[in-house]
């Protein structure tokens, strides 16, 4: 919803879809930093339904705050003019769009293995990960590195989120969905 919302900030510019791009995800960065700071954090040690319940409670809480803001219809989200044509692969034509959404999740791959397997960060992850009374024990700041990694992860999916809104739209039932998903995952 927010790449269906902020282009009309920007006048419907070229550059629009980039600035997307680039806020939309630092903006849902920032909820999700907070949620954890409010709400997660003080439910790391519980049971695995008293973490789950509280998790599908915002999922619903945000689709209600966005069916309250957009409404109940679906926004389409065009896709940016850049990548308006097609390509064709061994005779059959995909959409130029397409062949961008697959790159940016190569290099996103790329750079999330190298972030979490050649930085200082990644090790201090990986290490808490591993043993988390330990890394506490050697002084590694973990709520820190939690809020972070949530926070990075959101962002993640609001990259997500705004490169596949082109392709999907930003539709009502998307949140049911993820709680579904979720609910399964957690299941198996």
């Keep these: 919803y927010l790449a269906y919302a902020l282009p009309f900030l920007f ?13 939309g995800p630092l903006v849902l960065a920032a909820v999700g930093a907070l949620v954890e700071v409010a709400l997660f954090r003080r439910i790391y040690g519980a049971d695995l339904l008293v973490q789950l ?5 915002l999922i619903f809480i945000f ?6 803001i957009w409404g109940l219809p679906s ?18 034509f995909f959409p130029t769009y397409y062949g961008f959404i697959m ?6 791959a790329i750079a999330l293995w190298t972030f979490v397997y050649r930085t200082r960060w990644g090790i201090l992850i990986r290490a808490i990960a591993q043993d988390r009374e330990m890394s506490a ?19 993640l999916a609001g990259v997500a989120g705004v490169l596949s809104a082109p392709i999907t739209g930003a539709a009502r ?12 995952v957690v299941v198996v």
């Design 63 to 68: 689709g209600d705050v966005v069916r309250f």
């Design 173 to 184: 039932a998307l949140d049911v969905e993820a709680v579904i998903d979720a609910f399964v």
């Design 75 to 92: 926004k389409t989200v065009a896709s940016p003019e850049q990548f308006s044509g097609a390509v064709s692969v061994l005779g059959v």
């Design 103 to 108: 790159i940016a999740g190569a290099v996103i």
């Design 137 to 155: 024990s050697l002084g590694i700041n973990e709520t820190a590195i939690y809020t972070a990694v949530f926070a990075l992860a959101v962002w």
């Design 11 to 23: 006048a419907d510019s070229a550059l629009s879809f980039w600035l997307v791009l680039l806020l």
């Design 53 to 57: 319940l509280p998790t599908i409670a």
